[in-house]
């Protein structure tokens, strides 16, 4: 089973573009992904999980939800998340140091409460990696799944390296392999940390050059790395699906 562990909803691009759960599903189905988490960003933790939890109805089979943490001066976010995770069947969190402070006065709730709850937090901490570790060492119950094996099209081999390392040290954190463009280091990950902590993505859809293509390519770089038939099963979809309970 081949699961998109990164799929937006909503990005948070200068155009805050918005794809629908139909738009995601055409693309699953041209390129053979069985299976996507969703989510939206650059909107309230409230209106993310509306939006997840609206796509999952249509395609309860098909895609998989995760909850936004952003905060607000409007409500109790740390209730909606509860209540998504509890009593909506969302599997995951996902947080973004372009819209969320990584600060442990703020994040640190959501961080624990993924660990009592059993889900992971898809984090995109922007290439900094000490509050990851922070986090990682303080809450070693909850799973940390770092977006782009540390920062979204990085061309620093070293800072790539500091997130392997970070996970070697750490038998909690993950490495989510979207949207990384030194693609050996993914092979290279796996070397290190096992295929059973490297986790497919596309961070998608995108339209350049279409949403199609742009999934496909994003497909065909793990299968270009010549793993093995049971690592690259791992890395495409069986790595997530034991961390968030999919059969």
Do not use: W
């Amino acid at each position: 089973m081949i699961i998109d562990s990164h799929v937006h909803l909503k990005h948070g691009d200068a155009q805050k573009t918005e794809y629908s759960a139909e738009a995601i599903v055409e693309v699953m189905e041209a390129v053979g992904i069985d299976r996507s988490v969703v989510f939206a960003m650059s909107t309230t933790a409230s209106r993310a999980i509306q939006m997840a939890k609206e796509a999952v109805d249509k395609f309860p089979n098909r895609l998989i939800p995760y909850a936004y943490a952003l905060p607000s001066y409007e409500e109790i976010v740390l209730d909606r998340l509860d209540e998504a995770i509890s009593d909506l069947g969302f599997r995951g969190i996902k947080i973004h140091l372009g819209e969320c402070t990584l600060a442990e006065y703020v994040i640190d709730p959501v961080i624990e409460l993924a660990g009592k709850r059993g889900v992971p937090c898809l984090i995109d901490c922007l290439g900094r990696h000490e509050p990851v570790q922070r986090m990682a060492e303080k809450f070693v119950q909850t799973r940390i799944i770092v977006a782009h094996m540390g920062q979204y099209l990085c061309e620093e081999k070293s800072l790539i390296d500091r997130f392997i390392e970070l996970a070697e040290e750490h038998d909690n954190v993950f490495l989510d392999a979207s949207g990384v463009a030194i693609t050996s280091k993914i092979r290279e990950a796996v070397e290190r940390i096992g295929s059973q902590r490297v986790i497919f993505g596309t961070d998608g859809p995108h339209k350049t050059p279409d949403t199609i293509t742009y999934a496909r390519t994003e497909l065909d770089k793990i299968r270009a790395l010549n793993l093995s038939p049971r690592d690259e099963a791992a890395v495409l979809g069986g790595t997530i699906a034991d961390l968030l309970g999919i059969e």
